[in-house]
């Protein structure tokens, strides 16, 4: 049976303990606190005991001791990370990089992801120079709703994890409830260990995760505190980004602190504006050797500014896009097929009345 997360407070309300609790003492991932606030140990625990890799700290933040312990006491075997040892590769970093910032868009979500990549970096440099690295968590919450870019964000920054050493492998494990949680009690755990075993080395990005407690079965939760335990135990080649609306996703966390102390990083990523939503649409008729005509511009343009008018909680944004694109695509080949003479133009303009077609059929959805 697996621990689960607790707090221990002094009687001051100061913060004593945080981490696995089992049978009543810390085992697995914690952190203990002095008295007075400071930290004073974060590491691996069993029966109440330092025990694993941690390290412990003076009352005035400085290093005692960093590597392992036996029941308590340091032990001489100890074990440097291979963290950010890793040599980069600019020419991939570049292109991820430059991947990253010519999204459409997206310009908060670029600042806050690049802001971590700079502080890899300074973490890298610091152990090339001997410095002290702290313990380092970019467990991730990705806000907002569909077709926002949270997974290609996700997948890129995987990949720029990779290959500045944080990560081994920097592929990208997609998942939601349907991917954790088994009908069985006592499977769901054994089914998102195999999920979370799957994604090491890269990122597990687990979509609607607030469906996870969104009912009263049992076996969401089970899926919570397995995933909660596994985070702590492949801290050191794991990354795990949640993702869903916004106020499902503060409901979901705040209903478990284990979740809140885990994932306390909040990326907010906003619905596109009328020109992006476009520009995206045009970047999708480019990279598929498509045009627009003037009246078919016109005729998107109004439609698109109409939609984000009146636009839902369930937005598409560039999901809405990508299917509007497809259908008005399916409807030009229907269309240009019966030509007695198919010329080049024909083949690559987009008519307004392929994308009205779609709009009059309601193929697309909102």
């Known amino acids: 049976m697996f621990g689960k997360f607790e707090e221990q407070y002094y009687e001051n309300g100061n913060l004593k303990f945080e981490g696995i609790v089992k049978n009543g003492k810390a085992n697995g991932y914690g952190k203990s ?18 025990h694993g890799k941690g390290a412990e700290y003076s009352l005035d933040g400085s290093l005692i001791y960093e590597g392992e312990w036996i029941n308590g006491i340091k032990s001489n075997k100890i074990k440097s990370s291979k963290k950010l040892e890793k040599t980069i590769n600019n ?34 440099l610091r152990k090339e120079r001997g410095f002290y690295i702290p313990s380092i968590s970019l467990h991730l919450v990705f806000t907002g709703k569909p077709g926002t870019g949270k997974t290609t964000v996700a ?21 939601d409830r349907a991917g954790l949680v088994a009908g069985y009690v006592g499977q769901t ?7 979370v075993k799957s994604a090491l080395g890269g990122v597990l990005f687990i979509d609607e995760a607030y469906s996870l407690s969104s009912n009263d079965d049992g076996y969401g939760q089970e899926a919570i505190d397995t995933l909660m335990k596994l985070m702590e135990d492949y801290r050191e080649d794991l990354v795990v ?21 885990r994932f306390n990083k909040y990326i ?24 627009l005509d003037d009246e078919s511009e016109k005729f998107v343009r109004e439609l698109i500014s109409k939609l984000s008018a009146n636009k839902s909680e369930n937005f598409g944004n560039a999901r809405m896009i990508r299917n509007l694109f497809e259908k008005s695509i399916s409807y030009q080949a229907n269309r240009i097929i019966h030509l007695q003479e198919i010329n080049d133009d024909d083949l690559k303009i987009i008519k307004k009345n392929d994308f009205m077609r779609v709009v009059q059929n309601n193929d697309f959805k909102n």
């Open 268 to 291: 907010v990523f906003s619905d596109y504006n009328e020109n992006e939503l476009f520009e995206i649409l045009n970047h999708m008729c480019k990279n598929n050797s498509y045009i």
């Open 155 to 175: 997948r890129l920054a995987s990949k720029i994890y990779h290959e500045l050493g944080f990560l081994t492998k920097g592929h990208l494990i997609e998942t």
């Open 241 to 261: 980004i949640v993702a869903g609306y916004p106020d499902l996703m503060d409901k979901f966390l705040s209903s478990n602190p284990g979740l809140m102390s």
């Open 33 to 50: 606190y002095y008295e007075t606030g400071e930290l004073k140990y974060e590491g691996e625990w069993a029966n109440g005991e330092y």
């Open 91 to 124: 020419k991939k970093l570049d292109e991820y990089m430059s991947e990253l910032n010519s999204l459409i868009g997206l310009h908060e979500v670029k600042k806050e992801i690049n802001s971590i990549i700079n502080f890899i970096k300074v973490q890298k």
């Open 189 to 195: 755990a054994i089914k998102t260990e195999e999920v």
